[in-house]
């Protein structure tokens, strides 16, 4: 039986490509009203017209504390509630430490730890009123080990798990809480790399071929349709070439 989100209001941030938009085509494919979020207006505008049906969008910085209470506020309008949200907006410029990159390190720690902290905290006074709502963390194989020029990227997809597990312990039986770990996946992830060092190299780093945003979606849309008591914590999905 293909898997529903009918009747689900989400919130997916970092939707204007990648996992974010397979995501979102995916959950609104399956029944659920989807509320856009990311700051490229035009790409949430085009995404939005494709998808057609209860689809909303909002130019979101997941960065900005204001504009994420904002996104929770106006996705309660449209669909009268949140259900669920998909914190997956993230940066990946990687490099080593000793290059002192250190824009693009307060750059990760704003956007893939604040944002997911911001994220839950626009929905979940919200979904503790309602006694339900799913919090699904985007992390990363990175968030369990960690290679040269990850260690901030690692740093802030290691805070990812633990603000996950914090959150399901600090609301068992209430919410639930699952954090996803992909390996590689084809999106323009990797554009966010500028060190030149660490962008000549990275072809031969990861020379196999990438999962599609799609198949992260197909997990997310598993967890969303999951029993309500059955709490999916952690799904770590990569293609089978990659070392971990
Ligand atoms: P993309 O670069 O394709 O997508 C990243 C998304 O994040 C974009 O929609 C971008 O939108 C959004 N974003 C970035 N900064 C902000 C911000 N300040 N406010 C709001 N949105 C923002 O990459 P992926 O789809 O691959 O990445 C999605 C998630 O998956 C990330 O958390 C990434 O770390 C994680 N991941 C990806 C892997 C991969 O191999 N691709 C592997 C493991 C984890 P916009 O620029 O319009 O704001």
Redesign the pocket.
């Known amino acids: 039986m293909p898997q529903s989100a009918a009747g689900k209001s989400v919130i997916v ?9 397979a995501t979102a085509r995916k959950l609104a494919e399956a029944g659920a009203d989807v509320m856009l ?4 207006e035009d ?2 505008k085009a995404l939005a017209a494709e998808i057609g049906g209860n689809v909303r969008w909002r130019v ?4 900005n504390h204001a504009d994420m209470l904002k996104l929770g506020e106006d996705t309660i309008k449209a669909f009268g509630k949140v259900d669920v949200i998909v914190n ?5 410029p990687l490099s080593p430490l000793a290059n002192r990159r250190v824009a693009e390190w307060d750059q990760m720690i ?3 730890i604040k ?1 997911v902290l911001y994220g839950i905290d626009a929905v979940l006074t919200h979904m503790l009123a309602r006694g339900d709502g799913h919090v699904i963390n ?5 968030g369990l080990m960690t290679n040269p020029t990850s260690a901030v ?1 690692s740093g802030t ?1 290691h805070a990812v798990k633990a603000i996950s597990e914090g959150l399901r312990k600090e609301t068992a039986g209430k919410i639930r809480v699952t954090c996803v ?12 790399i500028k060190d030149p060092a660490v962008i000549a190299g990275i072809g031969a780093r990861f020379n196999y071929t ?2 599609e ?1 799609e198949d ?1 979606a197909n997990a997310i849309l598993f967890a969303i349709a999951s029993p309500r008591n059955m709490g999916i914590n952690d799904i770590v999905i990569r293609p089978i070439e990659q070392e971990m």
């Open positions: 941030t970092g939707a204007s490509s990648g996992i974010g938009a979020a990311a700051r490229r790409r949430l979101t910085d997941v960065t997956n907006a993230g940066i990946m704003d956007v893939n944002g985007v992390s990363s194989v990175a990227y997809k770990y992909p390996g590689k996946v084809n999106t323009e992830l990797g554009l966010s990438g999962l945003g992260i």
